[in-house]
């Protein structure tokens, strides 16, 4: 169903129409009569309906903060498979964003950033009509966005390429991307429509309740078949509005930028959470960082300040995803009353996480640490065996393929890209393996200026399932421009990083020059030489990696 955009009118102004055009389907059906329905007919309908795809995406979402969700843990994971190991290969919005959309690592697809001064931004993005929406619009599906676009698009007067229904938050970061009011979404086909400060213009409630049910609402009597990504603000930072939930997540005027904001919950959420202590695991504000990269060596423990801003956003965003649980919950609900819950895959994961104090970082992505790169990734559904634990490894860029399988839908040649990702299909039916697989860890800076020209700091790694190993690296060119077009990993090898899982969950413990560890770093190295520059298959690679010696 491509035709107009969908109603924007409270939701039971809509059911009217619907069952109107319900009616009018069965009084047609009747007409036709029982004659019209010939052996070619009756196999279609005996045909298994292909599932539609619902991925449900929070923002920023750290340790600990699945304990605001209990709707998504008992709606999906509990209906499906969880995976323990998740990775986020480059843990920052765009590039997060860019690889679950094309099913490629960063340095493949091209968005190495949140903007042009990191060569990133949705503008950086190779080959942008070649993604998993458009693969499977080819394939008859409809296809909707909802939220959070990638970075750096701004006032787009038409819908990124492979989007039947798209309603976006576009710009910078600091635009309509980090407001909870006082926003517009983007339309295709339309003028942009602005929510202001009304209780019921808070952004998560708002995507809910006029595009994501009306948009599952109109498919219970459309044949095709939908994929719907609803990517949700919470419980990144964001601009709120002058109410009790805006002061207490707010160190100024909660809608300025005159002070800093954490996420702003939903004025029924505002008090949610008050008294919750964010997670102080043993890196918290770590006491020797010696053997850590300079950037964190030279980090002073962290202050009064910073323990009061890492608490309030761990409250504010725990209180402020409360909506997105509730959001969820009518999803699901929604497609229960119209039939449509057992063919519908759900997805529910994090572009990445982030740091909250662990390492001396009181407020950190785009770091290689645990806490940045795992996200929570739960899928339910048609194919699904419920109950599943998954503890291999996996990767953001496997979503991309994983939907095509189990879509029974392949890119057309002339939309195709190489895949880097794999299908989690066999994962989720309950086949055990993939546990010594390798997935590459990536991510750089923006360009700076120095002393005699520009420099890129930038790191490459792998992490399996016991190792975390990262190498850091620095490149110096001659303008600016050349330092934006770099690749990710340019330059020689500053220092070094390499950690046992198992026994060192915190990190806190660099076996990089650890006798003991010698033939785990020399494999781990050789997996990054063949990861760092890998495309398509070549980017599935299990090896593993010996044990540390006694």
Known sequence: MRSTPRSLLPRQAWLSPLCQRLGALLVALVCLGVGTLDSDSDAEAQAPARPNFIIVMSDDQGPGMMRALPAVARLIGGRGAEFENAIASFPLCCPARATL???????NHGAKGNNPGSGGGYSALRDPERNLAAWLQAGGYDTAFAGKWLNGLRTPRLAPPGWDEWWSLVGAGGEGLSSFYDY???EQGAEPRHFGTRVADYQTDALTREYALPFVAEHAIDPDPFFLWLAYHPPHNGLGRADAAGRRCSTGP?????????????????????RARAPRPPSFDEADVT????????RPRLDRTDLERIERDYRCGLAALLALDQAVEAIVSELRETGQLERTVLVFTADHGVLAGEHRIPRGKNQPYEEAIGVPLMISGPGVARGRRVAAPVANADLAPTILELAGASPPAELARPIDGRA???????????????????GRDNTVRTRHGFKVRSYVGVRTSRYSYVEYRRAGFDSRADGIAAAIGAGRTTERELYDLPRDPHQLANRDRDPRYAAARTALAALLARLERCSGPECVVAKRVPRPSR
């Open 291 to 298: 053997d850590k990269p300079a950037l964190v060596r030279r």
């Open 424 to 442: 989690l299909v066999p994962q989720l039916a309950g086949t055990v393996g993939g546990r010594d697989r390798a997935i590459l860890i990536e």
């Open 254 to 274: 909660p809608g300025s930028r005159e002070g800093e904001q954490s996420a702003i919950p939903a004025p029924r959420h505002a008090r949610r959470y008050s």
């Open 184 to 186: 517009d979404v983007f």
């Open 101 to 107: 959309l094309t099913g490629q690592y960063a340095h």
